[in-house]
Structures are given as C-alpha cells and as structure tokens.
C-alpha cells in the first residue's frame, strides 16, 4: 500500500527571522513512516522543520509552514491508499508577514493571527475520496471526548488520541501511549511504550483497516 505520512511542526512566519511553532518533534510521525517501510509499504513522508533522520527509502516532500504542508498534500492524496496526519499544524499564523525584521519597541506590541487551512478537514469532507483518513488528537484534557468530536467534525476513519499533557508521553518524548477510535465506535488501546512499537502497531492497524475498506467498496453486485 502506498502511505502519505505528515509529520511535525510548522513554523508560520512573523518576519524574516521570527516564526510561530510548536513542541511537535516529528518522532511519532517519523516512526509510523519507518515502521510503513519496515512492512514493505511505500511512504511519501511531507515534513515541518525537524532534527530527525530521513527514513531510508521514503519519498521525503519539506513542507515549512500549513500552507505548504497542505500544497503537498492536496498534490499526493489520491495517488495514496491511507493518509496520516500525524503533524501538529499551527493552527492560527500572523495576518501579515513582515519583509523586513521588526524592530523592537518599548510599547507592547500585538501580533494579529489568522487560522490556517485545517489539512485533516478539507481531506474528510471530500466524499470522492478513495483512500483511508486517519488524524492525531494530541489533548491535555478529556483526551478520549475530545478525540471522537475531532473524528466526527473531521470526518476521518480513525483518530488516535494521546494525552500531551505529562513531559514522560507524547510530543518531544520517546515515548506515547495511545487510544485508537475508529468510526464506527470500536476502541482499541496502545499502552505506554516506545514510538517504534505504537508505530508497528499502528501501521498493522491502518493497514488492515484500509484493506477492509477497499474490499467493502469493491464488492461487485451481480
Ligand atoms: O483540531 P486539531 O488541530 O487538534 O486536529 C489535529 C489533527 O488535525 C491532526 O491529525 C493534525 O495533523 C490535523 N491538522 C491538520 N491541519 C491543521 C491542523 C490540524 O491537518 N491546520
């Protein structure tokens, strides 16, 4: 099967030295797309700003801020079987960006911010779409109640929760625990262990989710 795996932070620019960002470090979503290549699948890796090594083998797409990264996937998500939009997206970016750096006042200074594109959203509402959608909910409260909203309001097949709300689980850490909501209501749990085996675990997941779907919709009525 062929994966398109987002991974990261992004960095919506302020100024020419200046940006806005987040703690994401790219390791789960690096992990996924080593433990998709390690099963023999293929993987387009679209990447924030990270320190992480490129999986070997993956088709490997920068993408700096939300814009970019939605370009690239808006450009590779067909020609994929399952999405993973497993990269903390900023969600807000400044109104304008300055050309020149912004010199610093005595006053206080306001930075007017503006949504960005939502990546995960305008995948689940298309209703053409052939491949299997799966979003991250990184939560520090009700992780589980908030997870299934996002699954609904995003339409996704699969949301995986975890709680960043300790430093010793979740984002910049080598480790994570997870909960797996799938659409239909099923539940699975992932228990604390290293990202390299919630990602094995989790591309086994998706994968026969994915076939499971593609059978459903090949299904010939004689
Ligand atoms: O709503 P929230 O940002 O918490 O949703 C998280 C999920 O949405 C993640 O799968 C993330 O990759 C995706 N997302 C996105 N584009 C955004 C914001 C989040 O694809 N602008």
């Given at each position: 099967m062929t994966f398109l795996i987002t991974a990261g932070p992004t960095r919506e620019p302020i100024d020419p030295v200046r940006y806005i960002s987040n703690r994401s470090s790219g390791k789960m979503g690096y992990a996924i797309a080593e433990a998709a290549l390690a099963a023999g699948h293929e993987v387009t890796l679209i990447s924030g700003p990270v320190n992480l090594e490129a999986p070997r083998g993956a088709r490997l797409i920068p993408a700096p801020t939300g814009e970019a990264m939605f370009d690239a996937v808006r450009e590779h998500a067909d020609q994929s079987d399952i999405c993973v939009l497993c990269a903390a997206v900023a969600d807000y970016k400044p109104a304008n960006v300055s050309s020149t750096k912004i010199k610093k006042q005595s006053e206080k200074f306001l930075l007017e911010l503006i949504p960005t594109c939502d990546i995960l959203n305008s995948l689940g509402q298309?209703?053409?779409?052939?491949f299997a959608l799966v979003g991250f909910a990184a939560e520090t409260d009700h992780v589980e109640e908030n997870a299934a909203k996002k699954l609904r309001a995003k339409n996704c097949d699969i949301m995986v929760a975890n709680d960043v709300?300790?430093?010793?689980?979740?984002?910049?850490?080598d480790m994570n625990e997870v909960t797996i909501l799938f659409r239909d209501g099923e539940k699975k749990k992932i228990s604390r262990a290293q990202k390299e085996i919630i990602a094995r675990e989790l591309v086994k997941i998706f994968s026969n989710f994915a076939t499971k779907m593609f059978d459903k919709k090949n299904v010939m009525i004689n």
């Open positions: 298309r209703r053409d779409r052939q709300s300790g430093s010793d689980s979740g984002m910049e850490s």
